[in-house]
Every structure is written in C-alpha cells, then in structure tokens.
C-alpha cells in the first residue's frame, strides 16, 4: 500500500450513550487527522479526538445546511488522498440506514482504502434499553429492519408490505414517526393483527428516552396525543409484551439524569463511572487540571530532609501522586520515609498511600480540615515537625491550626491547580437547551473555575433549572458566595457521600 495514501474508517458511534461505541471504534477516533460526524451522538465522542485532529460536522442543523451527500463521498475521498486519516463518525452502526454504503462504494472507486467499523444500531439498542429483546425464543425468530420513510401508499413501494408484515415476528422501523398512522394501516391490512403490541422509542439509550407503549391499532393515537416525535423507532410484534418484565434502564435511580462532572479528568472517573451505574448520564466538564508546580524549591528541601519529620500528612491523591513523582524524580523511594507517622486524609488518598506500598497510620474520620485539627490534637504537639505537601491553592486552615498548636509546619506545594479543558461554549449550549439536570462540585475550585471558564453574566439564568450537589459545606458555601443556588449536600464528604446525597435528593433513600 502506498505509505502516503491516507485512510477511511467509516465508523458507527452507536445510538447515543457514549459508552456504547465499540473499543475500535474510538481508537479510530483517537487516531484520525479529520473527524466528519453528522450526529448528536457523534458529537459528544468528537471529545476523544486528537487535540489537532479537524473536526468537519456534516449534519443537519438550524443554523446550517447539511452537506449533500455527493458532497461528503467528494470530502471523503478528498482528505484521504492527501495522506489523511479519516475517520467518519455516523449515528448508530454505518450500514444499517446510514448510506454509509454508498460512502464506501464512492471510496472504492476512487482507490481509497477503506474499513468499515461497525456501530451498536438504534434498531436493536433502543428497543434494548426499553426492556424489549427484537428476539426471543418463546416469540420470534425473525426481526426485520424497515425504512420509515417511504410513504407507505406509494405504488411499487420498495416494501413488500404483503410478506413482511405477517412475515417477520418482530418488525423494527427506523425513520417512521411520519407516516406512523400510515404504517399501522399498512400492516393491519395486509393481515397483522390489530391488536399486535407495539412501542415507540424516542432517543433511545440517553437520559431523555421515553417509551410509548400501544397496539397497532391505537399507538397512533396515542402517538398524538403525546406529541411523540424523532427519532424514534417503531418497534411492533409480540416481544413488546417483555417490557413489561424487563424494563431495567427506565427504572434506574439516575435515569433520565445528565449529571456534570467538573473534577479534573484524571479524577472525574469514580464519579462519572458511579453515575452511569446507576443509569445516569455523566458528562465530564474538567474544570481543573493537575501541572506541576512553578517552583520545586520547598518540595525538593523536604524531600531532602524527610528524616526530620515526625508526621507527614496527605490531604488529597494528587498530593500523593506529586509527592512520589518528585521522590522517584531524586532517585529516591518510600524507605525515605523513615518513622514518620503519615496521616491520610480521606480514604482515597489512604489507598493512593497504600498503593504507594505505605501503610497510613491515621485516617480522620471526618474530611475537612477542622474537624482533623480536633482529631489532631494529643497526636501533635509543641515542636512536632509536620509535613504539608499540598496543591498551590490549598486553605490555610490546617496549617494555621497545626501552628497554634505549637507543632512546626513545613507546607510545601506538591502540584499546581490550573484550570481544566471543558469545552465552555458547547456546555453553554447545553445548558441553554436544559440538557443537563445536574452540576457535581467537589472542591471549591471546581466551582471558582466552572464560573471563570463560563464566564457569563447571566450565569444563575442559566443554571435556573438545574440542581446544584456539592461534596461538603466548605464548596457548598464557596457556591453560595459566588451566587449559585444549593440544593444537595453531603454529609460525607467523599464521591460516595456525594452519590448518596443526589439519590436522597431524587427520592432513593434506603430503596
Ligand atoms: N445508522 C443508524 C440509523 C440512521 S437512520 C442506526 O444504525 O441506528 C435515523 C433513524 O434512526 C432515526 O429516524 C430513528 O428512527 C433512528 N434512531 C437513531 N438513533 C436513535 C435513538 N437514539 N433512539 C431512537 N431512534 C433512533
């Protein structure tokens, strides 16, 4: 192959929930020089991307017209032959209503080389996170995956309405909310039963999917009646009646929820991952992002003299991580730790230690600095030699204290806190369209930076709608000062107390 030929990968996003791209998949879109997506989907995924990757999208929208497709097949074709990786990103699996054929048959013609990545389709997805299998032993052996689109009265329809529709046990429509009532009329009179079960599933797998439930005969009706619109798809057959037993996204704690995670991206993934478990959607904003520290100066003298200290305490991972980053960088390890006592606080930051090969002598039983003083007290006394390493911006509550109880405090800055790479403009219009139902804070400066990076006068509008979870009462109380209403906050200040606090909000206790 010719070494300066570029690539296609036509890949399928899947139907929306971001976790259900296949692993080879977002390896194509870590990859690719040039991204061309044309789907909701697809958007959210384009944050994988190289920092320098292109990203052309293709889609349709109101501010802007969407490329043909002879266009897209030119672009594609185009890139590629100046030596481009490209990846193009299509809603749900390529092949299954995407023309995502045509794009390879345009590809092949033009001696592009090309591979073809399949995508989890809403055509069994959807039904899927409804609670409906499109197959089952008991009901069906055949599914059908049908276009919508065409109008159903036409003559020489590319249907063959009078097969399928006794034909195939389960009948899938994607593209069909249009011509619904013309749909149904269309399989009843060629012989499915009236009463054949059927259900619409509207932005299958994402926090807003909703499912409507009929019979061929009446969802119609009732389709109308609650303004049921696209994308869809129109699911009609026997296995509908399995919902009944197996709807399990619907009834997850969170679902329905797209819930913001603000904490750095090293950070953000207990929370995020602890959030889709229990159904919701999370979306990662990082506010911070973790840098080293302008100067070593005051981490590199402790280093040195490590031996010195009798207490060593450790107030957060990142802490850790920088402290033993620094200690490997100086050709050293944990055995210059001596006997140092080291305190841990949170039990995060105790299995960072322990990870670390430490065994952590003191864990506090409560987070915030204050109450760790009130802890602290009897194990430090006048003359004990103290070591704080810490981020740049750390309160000096823990310090101050430490000092006046006569111990002798060396802080010294570990990491810096910089702010995050969230994506401000697009969260904004999120925000706007009331797409997200929750902000998490876990830090003040999470908060601090959320508001510099949106940067908007009109902030408490646009967060009207949305609830507020905080991790304790310091960041609560940082909120409140820069203005935003709180309406979750943990009385344990850790990721789980967190998680525990927005589910009692939603009304999940003890269930
Ligand atoms: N290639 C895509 C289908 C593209 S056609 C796939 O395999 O899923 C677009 C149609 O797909 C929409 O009109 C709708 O019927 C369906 N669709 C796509 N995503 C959907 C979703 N999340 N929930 C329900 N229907 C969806």
Not at 310 to 317: A, G, L
Not at 494 to 509: N, R, S
Request: charged share 25%; with cysteine.
């Amino acid at each position: 192959m010719n070494k300066n030929q570029g690539m296609v990968y036509l890949v399928g996003a899947g139907p929306g929930d971001p976790g259900l791209i296949t692993v080879k998949g977002l390896d194509c879109i870590k990859k690719a020089d040039l991204i061309i997506y044309d789907r909701l989907a697809c958007a959210r995924l384009t944050a994988f991307a190289h920092p320098e990757a292109e990203l052309v999208y293709v889609g349709k929208s109101p501010e802007q017209h969407s490329l043909k497709q002879v266009e897209i097949n030119r672009l594609l074709v185009e890139k590629a032959a100046k030596g481009k990786t490209v990846t193009r990103l299509k809603g749900g699996d390529p092949f299954v209503f995407g023309r995502g054929g045509e794009e390879a048959e345009a590809l092949w013609q033009a001696g592009i080389p090309f591979e073809v990545v399949p995508g989890i389709t809403s055509a069994i997805a959807a039904p899927a996170y409804a609670g409906i299998p499109v197959t089952h032993r008991d009901y069906t052996s055949v599914v059908a995956i049908i276009t919508g689109n065409e109008d159903p009265l036409k003559e020489n329809s590319a249907i063959p309405w009078e097969k399928l529709s006794t034909g195939a046990g389960t009948l899938v429509f994607l593209m069909g909310m249009a011509n619904l009532n013309k749909i149904t009329e269309r399989l009843i009179a060629n012989g499915r039963h009236p009463q054949t079960p059927v259900a619409l599933v509207r932005w299958g797998t994402r926090p807003e999917q909703r499912t409507l439930v009929g019979t061929l005969e009446d969802i119609s009706l009732k389709a109308d009646q609650s303004a049921f619109a696209n994308p869809a798809v129109i699911i009609v057959g026997e296995v509908v009646s399995l919902r009944e037993k197996l709807n399990w996204f619907e009834k997850k704690p969170l679902f329905g929820k797209r819930v913001l995670v603000t904490r750095s991206s090293e950070q953000a993934g207990t929370l995020s991952a602890a959030i889709g478990a229990l159904g919701g959607e999370s979306l990662e904003f990082p506010t911070i992002s973790v840098a080293e520290p302008e100067d070593y100066t005051s981490l590199d003298n402790a280093i040195k003299n490590l031996h010195d200290f009798s207490v060593i305490i450790f107030t957060s991972v990142n802490g850790v991580k920088s402290f033993f980053k620094r200690l490997r960088h100086q050709g050293k390890d944990i055995r210059e730790m001596g006997s140092a006592r080291i305190c841990a606080i949170g039990p995060k930051t105790k299995g960072e230690l322990e990870n670390s090969g430490l065994l952590v002598d003191y864990v506090p039983e409560e987070y915030r600095a204050e109450k760790v003083i009130e802890e602290l007290r009897g194990k430090v006394g006048p003359g004990t030699k103290v070591l704080l390493p810490r981020a740049d911006i750390a309160r000096k509550v823990l310090p101050d204290a430490l000092a006046a109880m006569g111990a002798d405090v060396s802080e010294v800055t570990a990491y810096r806190t910089a702010m995050g790479g969230g994506d401000a403009p697009v969260l904004k219009e999120m925000f706007k369209h009331k797409e997200i139902d929750m902000v998490t804070f876990t830090s003040s400066s999470t908060v601090r930076n959320f508001i510099k990076m949106l940067d908007t006068t009109g902030l408490k509008d646009l967060l009207k709608d949305v609830t507020v979870a905080c991790i304790g009462p310091i960041t609560a109380g940082t909120a409140r000062d820069m203005g935003l209403n709180v309406d979750v906050v943990a009385d344990n200040y850790t990721i789980e107390g967190l998680i525990e606090a927005v589910l009692k909000f939603y009304g999940w206790e003890n269930k």
